[in-house]
């Protein structure tokens, strides 16, 4: 099957501009998930899809990020303005749903610098 | 708040050896646990799942436990090569709808 797609793969952009980033998640996978991953530190949960709907997205800063799902298939995330803090990589992931123990499935994530 | 520990210095170990890393978490009681692995400049790779109903899941040369009194999960490779050096992930779902928090990894290298 083929696995999580994402795009761009780089980024770099100056802070105060925006940015977006794409994720087509597994075919048949209800739920998808954004990570933000800062250099040494474990992925951090922003928002959590089920369908087009969102079950979590109490991590995600709403001043500055949004995420949509139209359709219930592919998503994008975006900043607007970026920060340097937000310099880190951004992972896309799915699953079966979440009635389901399942795995998650990651994409090979953006990297974003923000200078 | 919930916190997941991994140690985050790295282990260091021989080839042939068995290594053993930890994720201890608190103030939660997940009904499962997951341990990925993530190599440099790629996403988390899922390894294996336990249930909190489930002391031990064995999978070739993998095996975790699960201590749900300790709130402690112990992932082994045993026969370790130089393939396996790599950071290691334990992730917790916190809310019972697959939502996973992860750990900050632990770094394995395997030496020849």
């Known amino acids: 099957e083929a696995g999580v797609a994402q795009s761009p793969r780089y980024k770099i952009i100056e802070k105060r501009q925006s940015v977006a980033f794409w994720c087509n998640p597994i075919s048949g996978h209800a739920t998808l998930y954004w990570y933000q991953q800062i250099l040494g530190q474990g992925p951090k949960l922003l928002i959590q899809f089920q369908n087009n709907g969102v079950v979590d997205d109490s991590q995600l800063p709403k001043d500055r990020f949004s995420a949509e799902r139209l359709k219930g298939v592919d998503s994008t995330l975006k900043i607007q303005p970026a920060k340097l803090e937000d310099s880190a990589v951004y992972l896309c992931?799915?699953?079966?749903?979440?009635?389901?123990?399942?795995?998650?499935?990651f994409g090979n994530g953006t990297r974003l610098t923000v200078t | 708040s919930q916190k997941i520990e991994q140690n985050s210095e790295a282990l260091n170990i021989q080839e042939g050896k068995t290594a053993t890393l930890t994720c201890n978490y608190t103030n939660y009681s997940p009904a499962y646990l997951q341990w990925y692995r993530q190599d440099p400049g790629r996403g988390p790779v899922f390894l294996l799942l336990i249930r909190e109903n489930e002391k031990e899941k064995r999978k070739e040369r993998l095996k975790v436990t699960f201590d749900t009194t300790l709130k402690q999960s112990l992932f082994h490779i045993t026969a370790s090569q130089p393939a396996d050096s790599a950071t290691y992930l334990c992730?917790?779902?916190?809310?019972?709808?697959?939502?996973?928090?992860f750990g900050s990894g632990t770094k394995l290298n395997v030496k020849p």
């Open positions: 992931a799915s699953s079966l749903g979440v009635d389901y123990n399942s795995p998650l499935h």
């Open positions: 992730a917790l779902d916190m809310s019972g709808f697959n939502k996973f928090y």
